[in-house]
């Protein structure tokens, strides 16, 4: 005969693992985005704050505030700094004068071995990646990879360009650049595969990153038909 003493008891500890669950789905996601902000803004702050002068640092600026006994840390000014910063520069680059000083510094740069390598391929990728009069992904796609009946999410480049686009069109049908992310997105591949044989989806860039980091775990929620 069963004890139902030992039923309830494990009716209680059921209830309280299903509650620990549903709270983890809640906390660990808020908790990791708030730890991951906060590193980065102190990881921003650590670059930033030793280039400001002693009398600006915070807290030099705190305790002229709020006297000489105030002693609490605070986070984001370097954030801040380089936020205005990038926006002035930013600013001035569309200008003649910035146009100008540009131009004569990548011709510095261009005099320079190592260092033009390492310039020029961070700034493409720069230039790819946050250049809006160019997009960095198109569309999403399933393209057959990395054996035929198996098929791989990947990512619409930019279209073939200079001798890469004149080799392939010696080569036959029209192509296209794809870029296929391995989980957990820590690398990848570029592939250019014939522009038939892929199969272009509705789903967005973000939603196929997160798909693609995940390891398959978090779809996209389709939305709700409109009544």
């Known amino acids: 005969m069963t004890d139902p003493t030992n039923l309830r008891r494990r009716g209680i500890l ?24 906060w590193t980065l803004i102190g990881w ?16 030099a600026l705190v305790q002229d505030i709020f006297g000489p006994d105030a002693n609490f840390p605070v986070r984001g000014v370097g954030v801040l700094v380089f936020l ?19 131009r004569w510094g990548e ?13 020029g391929g961070i700034k493409q990728v720069a230039e790819t990646f946050f250049n809006k009069k160019e997009q960095s992904f198109d569309k999403v796609c399933l ?26 069109a010696a080569l036959g049908p029209d192509m296209s650049a794809v870029f296929v992310g391995l989980t957990p997105f820590t690398s990848g591949m570029l592939l250019f595969v014939p522009t038939k ?5 509705d789903m967005k860039i973000d939603d196929a990153a997160k798909l693609i980091v995940s390891g398959g775990l978090v779809y996209p929620i389709p939305k709700e038909p409109i009544s």
Do not use: N
């Open 84 to 102: 205005v910063f990038t926006v002035i520069i930013g600013w001035m680059a569309k200008g003649l004068f910035g146009r100008s000083v540009i």
């Open 44 to 59: 921003i702050d650590g670059w930033i704050l030793p280039l400001i002068p002693s009398a600006y640092q915070p807290e």
């Open 14 to 37: 059921a209830s309280l693992r299903a509650s620990f669950l549903t709270g983890l789905v809640v906390v660990l996601p808020i908790g990791l985005t708030i730890y991951f902000v």
């Open 143 to 168: 393209v057959e990879f990395p054996r035929p009946g198996s098929y791989a999410l990947g990512f619409l480049s930019t279209r073939p360009k200079g001798e890469l686009a004149t080799r392939l």
């Open 107 to 119: 011709d510095m740069v261009d005099r320079m071995p190592i260092v033009r390598s390492v310039y």
């Open 197 to 201: 044989d892929l199969t272009i989806l």
